[in-house]
């Protein structure tokens, strides 16, 4: 029998449940099915034998929950390390609910299982079919449809040259998913250098570059790895929604030699950890830039929002439940997700800045009085969060009164250097807006910055005294559509240079087919016309890789 305050409950997958006493739980899962009861009529009681899969790691053993209330459980039986057990005195007519969950050799326990329910009856009854009720899936490296250049090797998939994206191997897992919410994918995969260490990885869509790149540590030897976007945070783990029903992981080639093995696809980890100050803390990735409400409940029937958490750029949350130091047991989940600040790029005060002299502010404008150089005039820099990777480009309110005051330098996450990055302003009395250009490019065409989603940096430098700065934004590079007395269509704006992007159409917003390539000039400018666009009532356009 457990005593009262320590029950512990399991909730649906996308609720991330973490439960028990306010400690630390391995997330561990167990699947639990009723293969069947017998009669037993001069007891009027019957027994039925429970079956699990049996977990990954060390595990010392398997307890057995059972209560006549959902998630409320009284009795719990130690299964040692057998996979199954029959239970008895079960009384006719009562519902009984059951759970799994695993210890460790110290004791410590892991979270529930999925729950099982089962109403006792007297007759005898053939047995149900088992049921699999554990969240996420394993794959085995070779079970997918694998296409050249990868080679399947010992139960391993490799490539032996380097590609792209769109070139290099492709290996497709269709699989289906019982239950809704936030997954990660990992593998065991072994990366001989730094010149064999990366894939391109994404879930239901081919993968992109550079924002897909997974990139693994270099290991001699195989390791458990867990998918990361090189484009978000090569540190923190990529999370995927995934709806219940059928999906596809995709993995395509990118460097030589890389080698992947069995794949898993998990809930996102949460975890709890208990401070010295007895305080709760409680940590784990989710949907990038997603609100969730934190619940807590010291019954398991009564649940409080007791806060929010956000997700920052690269998925990761953490929030600290004061309050646990003076309860002496609380269990927490999460609820609910909904995007937060969705709109891309970011506006910034001038005077937001860590601004260092000879730059001076005044009414809320940057400049500084004398001629300069790159390394000599005043330093202006501007951190920002950015939500979505992408081609960005950077304008700002400024008044540049003559020829001889109207340039800064300007650069992103690096300092800018002379003269490839000056910014020449349009001469004006009063306040434009402008768009940042480089003289090593173009002055006419504004510069286009790769932004990657997570933490970056601004960086304007004076030159010419007198040249005013005010309020910036950070805005995705403009793509224009103009449609043709003829009826064709036009595309066109700006990208990175000398880059090569796919030009994608759609009519109904679903299936999406690529119709051509445009190819950016030296300034980063791009045009591409669409002819069978004349024969077709609506058409929709975006630009791949």
């Given at each position: 029998?457990?005593?009262?305050?320590?029950?512990?409950?399991?909730?649906?997958?996308?609720?991330?449940?973490?439960?028990?006493?306010?400690?630390?739980?391995?997330?561990?899962?167990?699947?639990?099915?009723?293969?069947?009861?017998?009669?037993?009529?001069?007891?009027?009681?019957?027994?039925?034998?429970?079956?699990?899969?049996?977990?990954?790691?060390?595990?010392?053993?398997?307890?057995?929950?059972?209560?006549?209330?959902?998630?409320?459980?009284?009795?719990?039986?130690?299964?040692?390390?057998?996979?199954?057990?029959?239970?008895?005195?079960?009384?006719?007519?009562?519902?009984?609910?059951?759970?799994?969950?695993?210890?460790?050799?110290?004791?410590?326990?892991?979270?529930?299982?999925?729950?099982?329910?089962?109403?006792?009856?007297?007759?005898?009854?053939?047995?149900?079919p088992p049921v699999n009720l554990t969240p996420g899936i394993t794959l085995a490296a070779d079970s997918g449809i694998i296409i050249a250049p990868f080679l399947v090797t010992a139960g391993m998939v490799s490539q032996v040259i380097q590609t792209d994206a769109t070139t290099g191997g492709r290996a497709a897992y269709t699989f289906t998913n019982l239950f809704a919410g936030n997954y990660v994918v990992s593998a065991q995969v072994k990366a001989l250098s730094t010149n064999a260490n990366s894939f391109y990885v994404n879930m239901d869509a081919e993968p992109t570059d550079p924002m897909m790149i997974w990139n693994l540590a270099v290991s001699s030897g195989l390791t458990n790895e867990t998918v990361s976007w090189q484009g978000i945070s090569d540190s923190v783990p990529k999370v995927f929604f995934l709806s219940a029903g059928t999906h596809q992981l995709i993995?395509?080639?990118?460097?030589?030699?890389?080698?992947?093995?069995?794949?898993?696809?998990?809930?996102?980890?949460?975890?709890?950890?208990?401070?010295?100050?007895?305080?709760?803390?409680?940590?784990?990735?989710?949907?990038?830039?997603?609100?969730?409400?934190?619940?807590?409940?010291?019954?398991?029937?009564?649940?409080?929002?007791?806060?929010?958490?956000?997700?920052?750029?690269?998925?990761?949350?953490?929030?600290?439940?004061?309050?646990?130091?003076?309860?002496?047991?609380?269990?927490?989940?999460?609820?609910?997700?909904?995007?937060?600040?969705?709109?891309?790029?970011?506006?910034?005060?001038?005077?937001?800045?860590?601004?260092?002299?000879?730059?001076?502010?005044?009414?809320?404008?940057?400049?500084?009085?004398?001629?300069?150089?790159?390394?000599?005039?005043?330093?202006?820099?501007?951190?920002?969060?950015?939500?979505?990777?992408?081609?960005?480009?950077?304008?700002?309110?400024?008044?540049?009164?003559?020829?001889?005051?109207?340039?800064?330098?300007?650069?992103?996450?690096?300092?800018?250097?002379?003269?490839?990055?000056?910014?020449?302003?349009?001469?004006?009395?009063?306040?434009?807006?402008?768009?940042?250009?480089?003289?090593?490019?173009?002055?006419?065409?504004?510069?286009?910055?790769?932004?990657?989603?997570?933490?970056?940096?601004?960086?304007?430098?004076?030159?010419?005294?007198?040249?005013?700065?005010?309020?910036?934004?950070?805005?995705?590079?403009?793509?224009?559509?103009?449609?043709?007395?003829?009826?064709?269509?036009?595309?066109?704006?700006?990208?990175?240079?000398?880059?090569?992007?796919?030009?994608?159409?759609?009519?109904?917003?679903?299936?999406?087919?690529?119709?051509?390539?445009?190819?950016?000039?030296?300034?980063?400018?791009?045009?591409?016309?669409?002819?069978?666009?004349?024969?077709?009532?609506?058409?929709?356009?975006?630009?791949?890789?």
């Amino acid at each position: 029998m457990l005593s009262p305050g320590i029950f512990r409950q399991q909730s649906r997958a996308q609720d991330k449940p973490v439960s028990g006493k306010v400690r630390n739980f391995a997330r561990i899962w167990a699947s639990i099915c009723v293969f069947g009861g017998a009669a037993c009529v001069a007891q009027a009681q019957t027994t039925l034998t429970l079956a699990w899969n049996q977990s990954a790691g060390s595990v010392a053993g398997y307890y057995i929950y059972q209560g006549t209330n959902s998630h409320l459980y009284n009795v719990r039986t130690d299964a040692g390390k057998v996979l199954q057990r029959q239970l008895s005195a079960l009384i006719p007519g009562a519902t009984y609910y059951f759970a799994v969950c695993t210890y460790n050799s110290a004791g410590v326990e892991s979270d529930f299982s999925a729950e099982v329910a089962y109403t006792n009856s007297s007759s005898l009854l053939p047995p149900p079919p088992p049921v699999n009720l554990t969240p996420g899936i394993t794959l085995a490296a070779d079970s997918g449809i694998i296409i050249a250049p990868f080679l399947v090797t010992a139960g391993m998939v490799s490539q032996v040259i380097q590609t792209d994206a769109t070139t290099g191997g492709r290996a497709a897992y269709t699989f289906t998913n019982l239950f809704a919410g936030n997954y990660v994918v990992s593998a065991q995969v072994k990366a001989l250098s730094t010149n064999a260490n990366s894939f391109y990885v994404n879930m239901d869509a081919e993968p992109t570059d550079p924002m897909m790149i997974w990139n693994l540590a270099v290991s001699s030897g195989l390791t458990n790895e867990t998918v990361s976007w090189q484009g978000i945070s090569d540190s923190v783990p990529k999370v995927f929604f995934l709806s219940a029903g059928t999906h596809q992981l995709i993995v395509r080639g990118r460097e030589a030699n890389t080698q992947l093995g069995t794949i898993s696809i998990t809930p996102a980890p949460f975890q709890l950890r208990v401070l010295t100050n007895k305080q709760a803390v409680l940590s784990g990735v989710a949907q990038i830039n997603y609100a969730y409400d934190v619940l807590a409940t010291t019954n398991l029937k009564t649940w409080s929002v007791i806060g929010t958490v956000t997700t920052d750029p690269a998925g990761s949350f953490s929030f600290t439940d004061a309050a646990a130091a003076t309860m002496p047991a609380r269990h927490y989940r999460l609820r609910g997700s909904r995007p937060v600040n969705p709109t891309p790029g970011a506006t910034i005060g001038a005077d937001s800045a860590s601004v260092a002299a000879p730059f001076t502010l005044s009414n809320g404008m940057i400049s500084q009085p004398l001629l300069t150089t790159v390394t000599t005039g005043g330093r202006a820099a501007y951190t920002f969060n950015n939500a979505f990777p992408g081609n960005y480009v950077v304008s700002a309110q400024v008044k540049a009164p003559n020829s001889s005051a109207n340039s800064f330098y300007v650069n992103m996450d690096a300092e800018p250097t002379d003269p490839m990055m000056i910014w020449n302003l349009a001469v004006s009395s009063g306040l434009t807006n402008e768009t940042v250009s480089w003289q090593g490019v173009s002055d006419s065409v504004p510069k286009v910055f790769f932004v990657s989603a997570g933490t970056h940096q601004l960086i304007v430098r004076g030159r010419e005294a007198n040249a005013q700065l005010g309020s910036m934004t950070i805005a995705p590079a403009p793509f224009q559509l103009r449609v043709l007395a003829n009826k064709q269509v036009v595309l066109s704006g700006v990208a990175q240079i000398n880059h090569a992007y796919d030009i994608m159409a759609t009519t109904d917003l679903k299936t999406w087919s690529v119709i051509g390539t445009a190819t950016t000039d030296a300034t980063g400018s791009f045009s591409f016309t669409d002819a069978a666009a004349a024969t077709i009532a609506a058409r929709h356009y975006r630009l791949r890789g």
